[in-house]
């Protein structure tokens, strides 16, 4: 059986078939380029062109386009659908019930989640909710100031750790806890402080959920959440 926290590499082989239930599936994508708007704009809807052309610089605009064509690729292909016919919504917010909780599609028969840092981007897509999130290692002067902000637990498992283990400890627990408040709709409007997933090399799921580190490759860090069956949509 394939190990679901090794991504899938998109672009790297064949799209996967139409949906069905089963583990989570994981995809990375290695971001070299992106296509002109001749092409881009062809696939993409307007608001995710507006945010394209708002770009200042090429190199985010690239990244952005090319993270929103590889998503528009896989939910197509699981839907067994054109990517340009996808139509993107967003689920209402757990906290105020507003238009921007997690992000769906209309009648789909999955959830999924975006995540991206840098040139890479990452896709998680699950029978429940799910939340994934990709980040650099921050240098530790900013994990000194943000640690402050995690949950008591985790900011004094980070206090103890050395310099040069504290990039690591953090990034894996930024990530997790941010894929994990990603799965319940809220971001990082949610309590960093709230919930205890650990600095450790194995993570401390919340109740109701597992959490997964994703392997991406050095100076990164990768998570996935995915809530329990008993906490799925209600179709």
Do not use: N
């Amino acid at each position: 059986m394939r190990d679901t926290s090794v991504p899938r590499l998109l672009g790297d082989g064949p799209l996967p078939g139409p949906w069905t239930p089963g583990p989570p599936r994981v995809w990375l994508l290695r971001i070299t380029g992106a296509p002109g708007p001749e092409t881009y704009e062809r696939v993409l809807d307007a608001r995710e062109r507006a945010r394209a052309a708002a770009f200042a610089r090429d190199r985010l605009r690239e990244r952005y386009v090319a993270s929103h064509l590889g998503l528009r690729r896989l939910l197509g292909a699981y839907l067994g659908t054109d990517p340009a016919a996808v139509v993107l919504t967003r689920e209402p917010c757990p906290g105020c019930g507003g238009p921007h909780g997690r992000p769906a599609v209309a009648g789909a028969p999955f959830h999924f989640s975006l995540s991206h840092a840098g040139d890479l981007a990452l896709y998680a897509f699950a029978d429940t909710p799910v939340g994934a999130d990709v980040e650099r290692e921050q240098p530790l002067a900013v994990v000194t100031d943000v640690a402050r902000a995690l949950h008591p637990d985790e900011t004094a498992e980070l206090a103890g750790l050395p310099a040069r283990d504290r990039l690591a400890a953090f990034a894996r627990c930024w990530t997790r806890k941010e894929a994990y408040l990603k799965g319940l709709g809220t971001g990082l409007s949610g309590s960093l402080s709230a919930t205890y997933v650990g600095t450790g090399p194995d993570p401390a799921p919340p109740q109701g959920w597992t959490l997964t580190d994703i392997p991406v490759g050095p100076g990164h860090a990768a998570a996935m959440a995915v809530a329990a069956m008993a906490t799925r949509r209600a179709d």
